[in-house]
């Protein structure tokens, strides 16, 4: 058994700490979950954007490369390509968000310069360079977009797990264990202080005041049976209402 479940005081107090402990990191985790699903939701929508326009960028692209196909000839086109430079201006740094490492990825956005002269080509190269200058951008911000969102997800699921592993097991037993203590507690003070179990409700209180004859003498038969039928009709009516929980949990139901 373990030491810490023994009905002591000095249990008690840990007992609730620890609850009280559970209670505040699950509402940590559910604030960091809610924040890290925002900007999830952000990253989506960049990204579905930034597809988009990949999409049309690229489709404008090929249709200028296809036009300086024909216009110039493909070897030559393909020559050209040759001269293009290696991509070497990205630089990738890492920001956080609530725990999460996510890539900061930056790169020169600077227009290069051509690598073919003027004279032996025509604007439909240029047209096709350009365009794909733009892909190459925006395929760089979306690689950051997509790798963050996936960091991001990775990182909610993980999250979703200490606080669903918090609500459903750490903080019900702990509010158990601390129930448990302490009924143990008032018990054995109720014991060493010879007090028997109260009533649990109204009726339980009347029927023991019916077997009370002390009681029944000091107040006299009259005021006893008076105050014994009030309650009597008190409990009744009571039990004749119906509560806001019971019309919330039961009329959709029946």
Avoid: C
Avoid at 66 to 85: D, F, H, R, T, W
Wanted: aromatic share 8%; no cysteine.
């Amino acid at each position: 058994m373990d030491p810490n479940t023994f009905p002591t005081k000095g249990n008690l107090i840990l007992a609730k700490n620890s609850l009280a402990l559970a209670k505040q990191g699950y509402v940590l985790m559910d604030k960091k979950r809610n924040i890290l699903i925002r900007e999830l939701m952000g990253l989506i929508q960049q990204a579905e954007s930034i597809q988009k326009e990949i999409d049309s960028t690229f489709r404008m692209a090929y249709a200028a490369l296809q036009m300086a196909n024909i216009k110039l000839g493909i070897s030559l086109v393909e020559e050209i390509s040759y001269s293009v430079p290696v991509e070497d201006s990205i630089r990738i740094r890492t920001r956080s968000i609530m725990g999460t490492e996510i890539p900061l990825v930056e790169a020169d956005t600077r227009p290069a310069f051509p690598t073919y002269a003027y004279y032996s080509t025509n604007i439909a190269l240029d047209q096709a360079k350009a365009s794909f200058e733009k892909v190459k951008q925006l395929s760089i911000k979306l690689s950051m977009i997509e790798n963050s969102a996936y960091r991001l997800a990775n990182n909610i699921k993980k999250t979703q797990k200490r606080a669903n592993a918090l609500k459903n097991i750490t903080i019900p037993r702990y509010t158990v264990l601390t129930k448990d203590i302490q009924n143990a507690l008032e018990e054995k003070e109720r014991e060493e202080l010879h007090i028997d179990q109260l009533p649990g409700t109204l009726l339980e209180a009347v029927e023991e005041l019916e077997k009370d004859t002390f009681i029944q003498k000091v107040l006299g038969d009259h005021i006893a049976g008076k105050y014994i039928d009030a309650k009597r009709k008190e409990w009744h009516e009571y039990r004749s209402q119906v509560s806001e929980w019971e019309i919330q949990e039961y009329l959709y139901k029946y």
